[in-house]
């Protein structure tokens, strides 16, 4: 199928283009003299998130943005499915793990690609949007499975979709059986925020209930053209939460957590969920340790209100779920693996990986 479908963007997906817009350093460089066959995860920066990155002096935005040599190392414990979404495909990209919600992946495609994605085995790899036969398959589980109360919109980037696309699975997938919201996890927002127009507004807002979902990560994301984006959603009466992912080198620091969040907060988003890292390939020099990790957000408690909290959570590996990383789900550091309780009562492990 191509990536026929999604919107088309404008953006950097040569690196030898980007060397000329920004200078490249030698962890970069080793990314493209790596002599692989497979480059793995693509190359693209929109032209708006290369402005953001050319201010930000700290280099967290490029550490997000652009490849590094880092990729190529693939530790033992990582995997190309690490939230083991594939066992819970019940149809074409619609994943159903949890008992009130599926998730479905409506494209591979990204205005940016980010360099700790964890679905980096279907990020990026052409296989183009959901057709109309694929969606009416999502309709017809949703019909016979009445327990389903939500449904996850996700990719890729599901507002890489055009305008049109995007009202007509809306409107299919929020009307189907006992489905009473959508939520839909975007970057957009951040990378590409003139995507949000008022049109889009309206198409979020007229339907079935829209949360959207921002995943953002610093407070240098923080632009006045994603004020103005989420101004707009929020007019049109649009529910929104964040997301972000702990990455060592752009975040894992509870100052820059909080200025994020308080900034959030003020432009009427909360924020919902501070992921730790996926164990997905190539991504070890992006993973903060999780004993940090877990003092960072003890120390942020402290610092923000309740407001402007998100959960800090974890996806267990082999399949064990999203856990909110509280007293009671850590049983304990044991030969240097976490033991982490799922919501069902089972033990798995994470490692601790080295500062």
Request: glycine fraction near 10%; proline fraction near 8%; charge should be neutral.
């Amino acid at each position: 199928m191509g990536n026929s479908g999604n919107t088309p963007v404008k953006a950097i997906e040569n690196i030898e283009i980007l060397r000329e817009s920004v200078p490249l350093r030698p962890e970069e460089e080793a990314w493209l003299r790596s002599g692989k066959e497979n480059p793995g995860l693509p190359l693209r920066i929109t032209p708006h998130y290369l402005k953001l990155m050319k201010k930000d002096l700290s280099g967290a935005l490029r550490r997000m943005a652009i490849p590094r040599g880092e990729e190529w190392t693939v530790l033992d414990y990582e995997t190309p499915d690490p939230l083991h979404e594939e066992p819970y495909e019940v149809v074409h990209r619609c994943i159903h793990r949890y008992r009130d919600r599926v998730l479905v992946l409506l494209t591979d495609a990204c205005a940016l690609y980010c360099r700790y994605c964890f679905r980096r085995r279907f990020t990026g790899e052409n296989r183009g949007v959901l057709g109309d036969e694929e969606i009416r398959a999502v309709k017809d589980y949703l019909e016979s499975h009445p327990e389903v109360r939500e449904v996850i919109l996700s990719g890729g980037d599901p507002l890489m979709l055009p305008d049109r696309k995007l009202d007509s699975i809306i409107g299919i997938l929020g009307n189907a059986g006992s489905v009473r919201s959508l939520r839909l996890s975007s970057r957009i927002p951040v990378v590409l925020p003139s995507r949000i127009t008022a049109a889009l507004a309206g198409i979020l807002s007229s339907g079935p209930r829209v949360w959207q979902v921002i995943h953002i990560n610093h407070p240098a994301e923080i632009s006045p053209e994603f004020l103005a984006a989420v101004d707009l959603l929020a007019k049109r009466g649009i529910p929104m939460l964040s997301q972000s992912v702990l990455l060592k080198g752009v975040n894992d620091d509870p100052e820059i957590l909080a200025k994020l969040f308080r900034g959030l907060v003020a432009a009427g988003v909360k924020p919902y969920y501070l992921f730790q890292g996926d164990l997905a390939p190539g991504t070890s020099h992006l993973r903060v340790p999780l004993s940090r990790g877990l003092s960072i957000f003890r120390e942020l408690s402290s610092m923000v209100s309740g407001l402007a909290l998100p959960a800090y959570a974890v996806d267990l590996p082999g399949g064990g779920g999203k856990v909110r990383l509280g007293a009671e789900a850590i049983a304990g550091l044991h030969d240097g693996e976490y033991h982490i309780r799922s919501i069902d009562g089972r033990i798995f492990r994470y490692p601790e990986e080295p500062v």
